[in-house]
C-alpha cells in the first residue's frame, strides 16, 4: 500500500528553526517533493530529493533517507509568511510516476 | 504556478448538473494530474494523464467521474450528476514526468 506520514500541525516562533518529518512507505519511489500550501490557494514546489542527503535552498533544506523511508523539511530563521501548510509527496516509480501526497503539516508561526 | 491555467476558479453546480472543469499545462509540459482536496485535507490523487492517453486513473470514482487531454486543447475532469459530496478544490499539476509537478491555482467547486 501507499502511506505518507507527517505530524498535523506544528507551531514555532518567528526567527527560530523549525523541522517538519515526513516517514514514506510506497510500493515504487522515484524521488520525495515538499510543497508549500497557503490557505485557499495553489501549492507551491519548495524543494525534491531523489538521492540521500540534504539539498539546501535558501532558508529551506530537504534531507532524504531512502533505506528508511525517511525525509525532512528543515525551514530556517522563521518569518510570519511561513505560516502554511507543508505537504510532503512521494513520485511513485513505474508506469505511472504518479506524486502520492501526505495529509501535510500545518505550521503556525508565532511572533 | 501561474503557468497552469484552471479555469474556472469558482464554479457553483445544483445536484443533478454537470461540472466541467478545464486545465491548461504550462508551455512544454506533456503531463496533466488532476487531484482532490476537501477541506482541512489532503491531495487526493485522482488521474494521471499524458496526451490522448490515460496512464493512470486509479483515484477515479468508478461512477460520475471522467477525465481526458486531447491532442489539441486542455485536459477536462468532467463530473456527471454532481452530489454534495463532490464540493471540493480540484487542483491539475502539469510537468514532463520526472520533475517537479506545477500546480494551477484550482477550481472551487460547490454543489447546493
Not at chain 2, 463530473?79 to 517537479?100: H, K, L, M, P, W
Request: proline share 4%.
Amino acid at each position: 500500500g501507499q502511506n505518507i506520514d507527517q505530524p498535523t500541525e506544528m507551531t514555532a516562533t518567528e526567527g527560530a528553526i523549525v523541522q517538519i518529518n515526513c516517514t514514506y512507505q510506497t510500493s515504487g519511489f522515484n524521488g520525495l517533493f515538499w510543497y508549500q500550501q497557503h490557505a485557499g490557494e495553489a501549492p507551491t514546489f519548495l524543494s525534491y530529493n531523489v538521492l540521500d542527503g540534504l539539498e539546501e535552498k535558501g532558508r529551506f533544506s530537504s534531507f532524504l533517507s531512502r533505506s528508511k523511508g525517511y525525509s525532512y523539511l528543515l525551514l530556517k530563521e522563521l518569518q510570519m509568511k511561513d505560516s502554511a501548510s507543508y505537504l510532503c509527496a512521494v513520485r511513485d516509480g513505474g508506469a505511472t510516476n504518479k506524486l502520492i501526497f501526505g495529509t501535510g503539516t500545518l505550521l503556525a508561526v508565532q511572533p | 504556478n501561474a503557468g497552469v491555467m484552471q479555469n474556472p476558479r469558482h464554479l457553483v453546480r445544483r445536484r443533478g448538473q454537470e461540472a466541467r472543469l478545464r486545465c491548461s499545462p504550462m508551455k512544454g509540459h506533456s503531463h496533466v494530474y488532476w487531484y482532490r482536496q476537501l477541506p482541512e485535507e489532503g491531495l487526493k490523487f485522482m488521474v494521471y494523464l499524458q496526451k490522448e492517453n490515460i496512464i493512470d486513473e486509479s483515484g477515479m470514482p468508478k461512477e460520475r467521474f471522467s477525465a481526458e487531454f486531447p491532442k489539441e486543447g486542455p485536459s477536462i475532469l468532467r463530473i456527471q450528476q454532481v452530489v454534495r459530496g463532490d464540493s471540493a478544490a480540484y487542483f491539475c499539476a502539469s510537468g514532463r514526468g520526472n520533475t517537479e509537478a506545477f500546480f494551477g491555482q484550482g477550481t472551487r467547486l460547490t454543489v447546493v
